[in-house]
Every structure is written in structure tokens, then in C-alpha cells.
């Protein structure tokens, strides 16, 4: 064009219409992420205005989160620089908190807070690495001699049960099947699992637990697989040395833990009679016995009833799901005694004569085991050991 006017107002346009094209695809991703933010922090203010509705979301309450967020957050900030950089500390707890207390896949997390799967997958197992890391020394310390000495004694006032250091079970969990593993995670039902083994003391809190990859054997198989055994023989759990019963003038006996039928006997570890019909020795022991193991059977159940994803088929590698069941042990020792709030519908029920008779399968084997086995039951049924409420074994 010759004309001056017609070629500045062409120009013009062609700059208005490009130029604000350009302008819009920039600003897409800056405007998604701010929507994104102003989304969760409406949800957080929502939260914390009603205390009920917090505590059903987390299942924690917000003094709760707020005394976790205070420890964890100086662990999150030094994560995926990506995350961190968009999402808040506040808002990576509280998204793996409502995984674990849900068991939510993250396609559904990705609905609820506007987040690609993908990012809910590392903010979920970021998180959970962190609060491994940040937890495990304060509230599931490697014990030591006192430590096994002071939870004895906690057993012994509780149970009346002597020499006990807690109450071993297991526990299995579904996780998806991994790549080319043939049926090495194959359990008897068409899942494929890890084996959470843990022990109990009698405030219902995990004094140590393992997990094993294999879900293809008994629970007594797979203990004997675990490193808590390899670390039980040679002693490197620094347990303590033997002791003579309480009033007794028999020899020392050993500190052990109990645990029920599917766990064999050994120089460490105790389980029921075997059989139906036994004689009031017998009887009684299993019943003593068995007010003892309900415990690691009743901190299992409050574990898997507050962190439900437990209790769904996990998708993702067992690598990732024992991570996500770190976790869960730790919150559940941290908020032991501390967020009774989140805790009101999780407390035990004292176990009843039903529970008992399920204990006598344990297989026939002749060991050091067994004489440990007959000395607690011999103990049971002397003046010094003898309690009020054990003949109820007997009706």
C-alpha cells in the first residue's frame, strides 16, 4: 500500500492480534496455577474453620497438623525444586495426608487438587521419604537395654505377663504387580503383596517393624525371612539378659516376645499350645498368652482403620509401597497419646474369651522354645505367678 495511514493501521492491527495471541499462551500456565492455588487455599481456609470436617478430611486434628507441619517442613523444603517452587508445604501434607487416610487413587487426587497424577505421585512419596527421615529417631528409636527393660515393665503392669518386650504379628498388604516378578509377590489370593511385621508394645505403639517383599508364604515363613530374626540371633537388638521371674526362686529366665499361631517357637519368641484339648496348664498359659499378642493385633487394626490406604490394593512398586508403609507406622507412633482428637473411634476393645481359642494352632516342635514355653506355664500356675483373673481359662 502507498498509503502511509492504511500501512501503520495494518501494521497496528497485525501487532494487536498477534502480539496479544502471544501474549495469552504465556500467560495460560501463570493463570492455571493461580487458579490452582487459589483453589486449595480456599479448601485449607474451609478446613480450618470447621475442626470436625478437618479431622475427617486428615484424620488428624489441626493442632495435629500443625505440630507435624512444624517438623516436616524444614525436610520439604529441600525436595523436587519443581514442587517446590508451586506448591506449599501445607499443601504437599495435607494431599499425602488425605492419600493415606483415604487410600484415594491419584487419579482421583488429581480431581480434588487440580494436579497432574504425576505430581501427586511424587508429592505423595517425597513426603513420605521426609517423614521417614524426619521421625524415626524420636518416635521408633533403635532400642536399647533400657528401653527393652522399661517396656517389660510396662507389659508386666498391664498383662501381668514377665520378660515380655512386646507382642510380635504381621499383617499383609496389597500392592500392584510388579514387572517380571513371576509369583514371588503371589499370595493365595489373585493380589500381590508385602508383609508388614511389627512389634507391639503395650501402649499400642510399634517399638520396630520390617517389611518383606514376599507375600507368597506363611506369616511364620516370612518372619524367619525378615532381618528383625537375623538381627534376633546374634543378639544385636541389645535385648536384655536373663531374669528370674517375679518371686520366683527358679532360674533366670529369658526376655522374649509373644506372638500367636502362625509364628514358630524359639530361644526368643513364645506362641500358644497346640491343640484343643489341653490340660488347665495349658489353658491357662494360652489365656496369659493371649491377653499379651492381643495387643500387636489390636496396633495393627488402628493402624490399617487410620491410614485406610492399607487397606486398598496400592498402585505402585513394593519399593514405593513399603515408603508409604514407613509412614504410616511413624504417624501412627507420633499421634500415639497426642491427637486423641483424631483418634476417638480407633481405641482398642479389651479382647474376649473368643479371641483365645483361635490361638492354639501352632505347629509341634521340639526346642529350646518349648522348655521356655513350659517354664512361663509352670510360672503361671505357682503362687507367684498365678493371677485372679487367669481361671477364666477354665469355664
Not at 517438623?71 to 520439604?76: E, N, V, W
Not at 533403635?142 to 504379628?169: R, V
Request: glycine share 6%; proline share 7%.
Amino acid at each position: 500500500m502507498d498509503d502511509p495511514v492504511a500501512d501503520a493501521l495494518l501494521y497496528w492491527l497485525i501487532s494487536r492480534v498477534f502480539g496479544q495471541r502471544r501474549t495469552t499462551q504465556e500467560e495460560m500456565p501463570r493463570r492455571r496455577t493461580t487458579t490452582r492455588r487459589s483453589h486449595f487455599r480456599r479448601l485449607y481456609a474451609r478446613l480450618r474453620q470447621h475442626p470436625d470436617t478437618f479431622c475427617n478430611y486428615c484424620h488428624i486434628s489441626i493442632a495435629g497438623f500443625d505440630i507435624l507441619l512444624s517438623d516436616l517442613r524444614p525436610g520439604l523444603r529441600s525436595q523436587d525444586p519443581a514442587i517446590r517452587r508451586s506448591i506449599s508445604p501445607e499443601e504437599r501434607l495435607i494431599i499425602t495426608l488425605r492419600f493415606l487416610a483415604t487410600g484415594k487413587s491419584f487419579s482421583a487426587l488429581h480431581y480434588e487438587f487440580q494436579l497432574e497424577t504425576s505430581t501427586i505421585f511424587r508429592i505423595v512419596l517425597q513426603t513420605c521419604e521426609v517423614i521417614w527421615q524426619r521421625l524415626k529417631v524420636e518416635v521408633m528409636p533403635q532400642p536399647d537395654t533400657k528401653n527393652w527393660l522399661d517396656t517389660a515393665d510396662s507389659f508386666y503392669g498391664s498383662e501381668q505377663f514377665p520378660n515380655c518386650l512386646g507382642a510380635l504379628n504381621a499383617t499383609h498388604i496389597r500392592v500392584r504387580k510388579p514387572p517380571h516378578s513371576g509369583s514371588r509377590y503371589f499370595h493365595s489370593r489373585p493380589y500381590y503383596w508385602v508383609v508388614l511385621l511389627a512389634l507391639v508394645d503395650s501402649d499400642f505403639r510399634f517399638v520396630t517393624v520390617d517389611v518383606a517383599a514376599y507375600g507368597s508364604a506363611a506369616e511364620a515363613r516370612d518372619f524367619r525371612a525378615t532381618r528383625m530374626v537375623e538381627m534376633m540371633q546374634p543378639n544385636q537388638l541389645a535385648l536384655p539378659g536373663p531374669k528370674p521371674l517375679p518371686g520366683s526362686s527358679g532360674p533366670p529366665a529369658p526376655y522374649v516376645m509373644v506372638a500367636g499361631e502362625d509364628f514358630g517357637l524359639s530361644p526368643s519368641l513364645v506362641c500358644p499350645f497346640p491343640g484343643h484339648d489341653l490340660d488347665d496348664k495349658r489353658k491357662i498359659f494360652n489365656y496369659r498368652l493371649g491377653q499379651a499378642v492381643w495387643y500387636g493385633e489390636c496396633a495393627l487394626g488402628m493402624l490399617s482403620r487410620k491410614w485406610r490406604v492399607l487397606q486398598s490394593s496400592m498402585q505402585m512398586s513394593p519399593d514405593n509401597a513399603v515408603k508409604v508403609i514407613q509412614a504410616c507406622v511413624l504417624l501412627h507412633n507420633f499421634f500415639r497419646g497426642q491427637d486423641t482428637e483424631g483418634d476417638n473411634d480407633l481405641e482398642p476393645a479389651m479382647p474376649s474369651s473368643d479371641f483365645l481359642p483361635q490361638l492354639n494352632r501352632c505347629e509341634r516342635r521340639e526346642s529350646a522354645g518349648a522348655a521356655l514355653r513350659d517354664l512361663f506355664a509352670d510360672y503361671f500356675l505357682s503362687p507367684e505367678g498365678a493371677v485372679d483373673w487367669q481361671v477364666d481359662a477354665l469355664q
